[in-house]
Protein backbone atom coordinates (compact mmCIF):
# COMPACT_ATOMS: atom_id res chain seq x y z
CA UNK A 1 0.00 0.00 0.00
CA UNK A 2 1.28 3.12 -0.98
CA UNK A 3 2.37 5.59 2.06
CA UNK A 4 0.71 8.57 0.09
CA UNK A 5 -2.86 9.08 1.66
CA UNK A 6 -5.70 7.39 -1.10
CA UNK A 7 -9.08 9.36 -1.30
CA UNK A 8 -12.55 8.33 -1.69
CA UNK A 9 -15.74 10.05 -2.07
CA UNK A 10 -18.46 10.05 0.63
CA UNK A 11 -22.08 10.21 -0.63
CA UNK A 12 -22.47 13.94 -0.56
CA UNK A 13 -18.98 14.37 -2.33
CA UNK A 14 -16.37 14.83 0.82
CA UNK A 15 -13.46 13.54 0.72
CA UNK A 16 -12.08 11.17 3.24
CA UNK A 17 -8.40 9.69 3.75
CA UNK A 18 -7.65 6.35 3.39
CA UNK A 19 -5.18 4.46 5.62
CA UNK A 20 -1.48 5.35 4.29
CA UNK A 21 0.02 2.10 5.49
CA UNK A 22 -0.90 -1.53 5.95
CA UNK A 23 -0.36 -1.14 9.87
CA UNK A 24 -3.01 1.47 10.06
CA UNK A 25 -5.37 -0.68 7.28
CA UNK A 26 -5.46 -3.29 9.57
CA UNK A 27 -5.71 -1.55 13.09
CA UNK A 28 -9.12 0.38 10.83
CA UNK A 29 -10.14 -2.97 10.16
CA UNK A 30 -9.52 -4.54 13.28
CA UNK A 31 -10.83 -1.51 15.30
CA UNK A 32 -14.50 -1.81 13.11
CA UNK A 33 -14.54 -5.37 13.85
CA UNK A 34 -14.33 -5.30 17.60
CA UNK A 35 -16.92 -2.09 17.25
CA UNK A 36 -19.02 -3.94 15.71
CA UNK A 37 -18.87 -7.01 17.84
CA UNK A 38 -18.21 -9.17 14.75
CA UNK A 39 -14.65 -9.78 17.88
CA UNK A 40 -15.99 -10.27 20.95
CA UNK A 41 -15.64 -8.85 24.28
CA UNK A 42 -13.11 -10.86 25.92
CA UNK A 43 -12.19 -13.02 22.42
CA UNK A 44 -8.73 -14.02 22.00
CA UNK A 45 -7.04 -12.76 18.96
CA UNK A 46 -4.72 -15.30 17.98
CA UNK A 47 -2.02 -13.84 15.27
CA UNK A 48 -1.63 -16.92 13.27
CA UNK A 49 -5.80 -16.67 12.21
CA UNK A 50 -5.69 -13.27 12.26
CA UNK A 51 -2.65 -12.43 9.45
CA UNK A 52 -4.57 -14.95 7.24
CA UNK A 53 -8.30 -13.40 7.70
CA UNK A 54 -7.18 -9.73 7.82
CA UNK A 55 -4.35 -11.01 4.83
CA UNK A 56 -1.40 -9.39 6.70
CA UNK A 57 1.94 -10.34 8.13
CA UNK A 58 2.29 -10.95 11.60
CA UNK A 59 4.25 -8.20 11.98
CA UNK A 60 1.97 -5.83 10.73
CA UNK A 61 -0.85 -7.46 12.85
CA UNK A 62 0.82 -7.48 16.24
CA UNK A 63 1.40 -3.58 15.59
CA UNK A 64 -1.65 -2.92 14.65
CA UNK A 65 -2.93 -4.52 18.11
CA UNK A 66 -0.44 -2.44 19.86
CA UNK A 67 -2.23 0.74 18.57
CA UNK A 68 -5.47 -0.41 19.61
CA UNK A 69 -4.02 -1.39 23.01
CA UNK A 70 -3.75 2.80 22.96
CA UNK A 71 -7.33 3.02 22.53
CA UNK A 72 -7.98 0.27 25.62
CA UNK A 73 -10.04 -1.86 23.13
CA UNK A 74 -7.25 -4.79 23.22
CA UNK A 75 -5.47 -6.00 26.51
CA UNK A 76 -2.28 -7.66 26.71
CA UNK A 77 -2.61 -11.09 28.91
CA UNK A 78 1.29 -10.84 29.42
CA UNK A 79 3.47 -13.44 27.39
CA UNK A 80 -0.44 -15.20 26.10
CA UNK A 81 -0.98 -12.64 23.32
CA UNK A 82 -3.87 -10.63 23.68
CA UNK A 83 -7.40 -10.64 24.39
CA UNK A 84 -10.41 -8.05 22.96
CA UNK A 85 -10.90 -5.43 25.74
CA UNK A 86 -13.72 -6.79 28.09
CA UNK A 87 -17.05 -4.56 28.37
CA UNK A 88 -19.20 -4.03 31.49
CA UNK A 89 -21.90 -1.98 32.63
CA UNK A 90 -20.18 -0.65 35.60
CA UNK A 91 -17.38 -0.09 33.17
CA UNK A 92 -19.68 1.90 30.97
CA UNK A 93 -21.02 4.08 33.66
CA UNK A 94 -17.23 5.27 34.60
CA UNK A 95 -16.50 5.71 31.06
CA UNK A 96 -19.59 8.34 30.85
CA UNK A 97 -19.40 9.97 34.15
CA UNK A 98 -15.22 11.01 33.11
CA UNK A 99 -16.55 11.44 29.91
CA UNK A 100 -19.50 14.29 31.16
CA UNK A 101 -16.81 15.71 33.69
CA UNK A 102 -14.35 16.66 30.85
CA UNK A 103 -16.72 16.98 27.38
CA UNK A 104 -18.51 20.02 29.27
CA UNK A 105 -15.78 21.81 30.80
CA UNK A 106 -14.05 21.10 27.08
CA UNK A 107 -17.12 22.69 25.46
CA UNK A 108 -17.40 25.49 28.17
CA UNK A 109 -13.82 27.05 27.38
CA UNK A 110 -14.46 26.12 23.45
CA UNK A 111 -17.68 28.35 23.59
CA UNK A 112 -16.09 30.77 25.70
CA UNK A 113 -12.98 30.88 23.03
CA UNK A 114 -14.70 30.24 19.89
CA UNK A 115 -14.40 32.57 16.86
CA UNK A 116 -16.99 33.39 14.38
CA UNK A 117 -15.22 30.85 12.14
CA UNK A 118 -15.43 27.69 14.98
CA UNK A 119 -19.52 28.79 15.31
CA UNK A 120 -19.06 28.17 10.91
CA UNK A 121 -17.29 25.18 11.70
CA UNK A 122 -20.14 23.46 14.14
CA UNK A 123 -22.90 24.46 11.78
CA UNK A 124 -21.22 23.07 9.54
CA UNK A 125 -20.04 20.36 11.37
CA UNK A 126 -23.52 20.05 12.52
CA UNK A 127 -25.15 20.23 8.61
CA UNK A 128 -23.19 17.15 7.52
CA UNK A 129 -24.05 15.14 10.40
CA UNK A 130 -27.96 16.01 9.45
CA UNK A 131 -27.43 14.65 6.11
CA UNK A 132 -26.06 11.12 7.45
CA UNK A 133 -29.13 10.84 10.01
CA UNK A 134 -31.27 11.81 7.28
CA UNK A 135 -29.97 9.02 4.94
CA UNK A 136 -29.08 6.66 7.73
CA UNK A 137 -29.83 2.78 7.63
CA UNK A 138 -28.58 0.80 10.63
CA UNK A 139 -28.41 -2.24 8.78
CA UNK A 140 -25.72 -0.80 6.25
CA UNK A 141 -22.50 -0.86 7.34
CA UNK A 142 -21.19 1.85 5.47
CA UNK A 143 -24.21 3.74 6.25
CA UNK A 144 -23.35 3.06 9.91
CA UNK A 145 -19.68 4.35 9.48
CA UNK A 146 -20.56 7.88 7.89
CA UNK A 147 -22.99 8.63 10.62
CA UNK A 148 -20.82 7.57 13.04
CA UNK A 149 -17.20 9.51 11.65
CA UNK A 150 -19.85 12.66 11.34
CA UNK A 151 -20.68 11.74 14.94
CA UNK A 152 -17.13 11.80 16.02
CA UNK A 153 -16.33 15.17 13.77
CA UNK A 154 -19.11 16.58 15.41
CA UNK A 155 -18.53 16.30 18.77
CA UNK A 156 -14.88 17.14 18.17
CA UNK A 157 -15.75 20.63 16.06
CA UNK A 158 -17.78 21.76 19.71
CA UNK A 159 -14.63 21.68 21.67
CA UNK A 160 -11.87 22.34 18.99
CA UNK A 161 -11.97 25.76 20.28
CA UNK A 162 -10.55 24.33 24.18
CA UNK A 163 -7.02 25.63 24.48
CA UNK A 164 -6.23 22.47 26.55
CA UNK A 165 -4.74 19.70 24.30
CA UNK A 166 -5.02 17.16 27.39
CA UNK A 167 -8.32 18.22 27.80
CA UNK A 168 -9.28 16.91 23.99
CA UNK A 169 -7.30 14.13 24.31
CA UNK A 170 -8.87 12.39 26.67
CA UNK A 171 -12.18 13.43 25.09
CA UNK A 172 -11.22 11.78 22.26
CA UNK A 173 -9.79 8.61 24.29
CA UNK A 174 -13.23 8.53 26.51
CA UNK A 175 -15.54 8.61 23.13
CA UNK A 176 -14.17 6.11 21.08
CA UNK A 177 -14.35 3.83 24.32
CA UNK A 178 -18.02 4.73 24.19
CA UNK A 179 -18.19 3.69 20.50
CA UNK A 180 -18.97 -0.43 21.23
CA UNK A 181 -21.91 0.29 23.72
CA UNK A 182 -23.20 3.01 22.16
CA UNK A 183 -23.57 0.38 18.76
CA UNK A 184 -24.68 -1.93 21.41
CA UNK A 185 -27.41 0.75 22.52
CA UNK A 186 -28.62 1.42 18.45
CA UNK A 187 -28.47 -1.91 17.43
CA UNK A 188 -31.04 -3.24 20.19
CA UNK A 189 -32.75 0.23 20.30
CA UNK A 190 -34.19 -0.42 23.98
CA UNK A 191 -35.17 2.83 24.03
CA UNK A 192 -36.81 5.23 21.80
CA UNK A 193 -35.29 8.44 21.14
CA UNK A 194 -34.79 11.06 18.50
CA UNK A 195 -31.07 11.81 18.05
CA UNK A 196 -31.33 14.61 16.02
CA UNK A 197 -32.79 16.55 17.28
CA UNK A 198 -30.81 16.23 20.79
CA UNK A 199 -28.08 17.47 17.98
CA UNK A 200 -30.18 20.51 17.33
CA UNK A 201 -30.34 21.45 20.49
CA UNK A 202 -26.75 21.46 21.13
CA UNK A 203 -25.47 23.05 18.23
CA UNK A 204 -28.03 25.86 18.89
CA UNK A 205 -27.07 26.45 22.63
CA UNK A 206 -23.47 26.04 21.81
CA UNK A 207 -23.90 28.78 18.54
CA UNK A 208 -25.89 31.06 21.26
CA UNK A 209 -22.99 31.11 23.19
CA UNK A 210 -25.15 29.32 26.37
CA UNK A 211 -22.26 27.07 28.29
CA UNK A 212 -24.70 26.22 30.73
CA UNK A 213 -27.63 25.18 28.81
CA UNK A 214 -24.98 23.53 25.96
CA UNK A 215 -23.49 21.52 29.18
CA UNK A 216 -27.44 20.50 30.26
CA UNK A 217 -27.89 19.18 26.79
CA UNK A 218 -24.60 17.66 26.15
CA UNK A 219 -25.01 15.92 29.45
CA UNK A 220 -28.16 14.69 28.81
CA UNK A 221 -27.07 13.46 25.43
CA UNK A 222 -24.43 11.66 26.86
CA UNK A 223 -26.14 9.89 29.44
CA UNK A 224 -28.71 9.29 27.17
CA UNK A 225 -27.09 6.24 26.19
CA UNK A 226 -26.16 4.91 29.56
CA UNK A 227 -29.68 4.66 30.15
CA UNK A 228 -30.37 3.03 26.84
CA UNK A 229 -27.73 0.30 27.86
CA UNK A 230 -29.20 -0.38 31.60
CA UNK A 231 -32.65 -1.07 30.12
CA UNK A 232 -30.83 -4.20 28.33
CA UNK A 233 -30.48 -7.48 29.35
CA UNK A 234 -27.97 -8.35 31.76
CA UNK A 235 -26.90 -10.89 28.81
CA UNK A 236 -26.43 -8.46 26.37
CA UNK A 237 -23.82 -6.15 28.21
CA UNK A 238 -22.21 -8.82 30.83
CA UNK A 239 -20.51 -12.31 29.74
CA UNK A 240 -23.23 -14.95 30.81
CA UNK A 241 -20.67 -16.49 33.76
CA UNK A 242 -20.50 -12.75 34.88
CA UNK A 243 -24.07 -12.11 35.00
CA UNK A 244 -25.08 -15.89 36.86
CA UNK A 245 -22.57 -15.02 39.31
CA UNK A 246 -23.71 -11.16 40.24
CA UNK A 247 -26.90 -12.28 39.69
CA UNK A 248 -29.35 -9.68 37.48
CA UNK A 249 -29.79 -7.14 39.84
CA UNK A 250 -26.45 -5.88 40.02
CA UNK A 251 -26.01 -5.99 36.17
CA UNK A 252 -28.81 -3.78 36.44
CA UNK A 253 -28.12 -1.19 38.74
CA UNK A 254 -25.65 1.27 38.58
CA UNK A 255 -25.70 5.13 39.64
CA UNK A 256 -25.60 7.78 37.17
CA UNK A 257 -24.73 10.82 38.76
Not at 221 to 245: F, G, M, Q, Y
Amino acid sequence: MSETALRKETADGSAVAEPKTLVEAAYHRLRRDIIEGHLKPGEKLRVEHLKDQYDVGAGTLREALQLLMTDALVVAQGQRGFNVAPISLSDFEDITRTRVLIECEALRQSIQRGTDEWEGAVMAAFHRLSRAEERLDWEVESSREDWEGRNKTFHEVLISACPSRWIRHFQLLLYRQSERYRRLSMNNNPIPRDVHAEHLKLCEASVARDADRACAVLTEHIIRTLDAIRSLPPSVIEPPAKVASVGRGKARNGDAQ
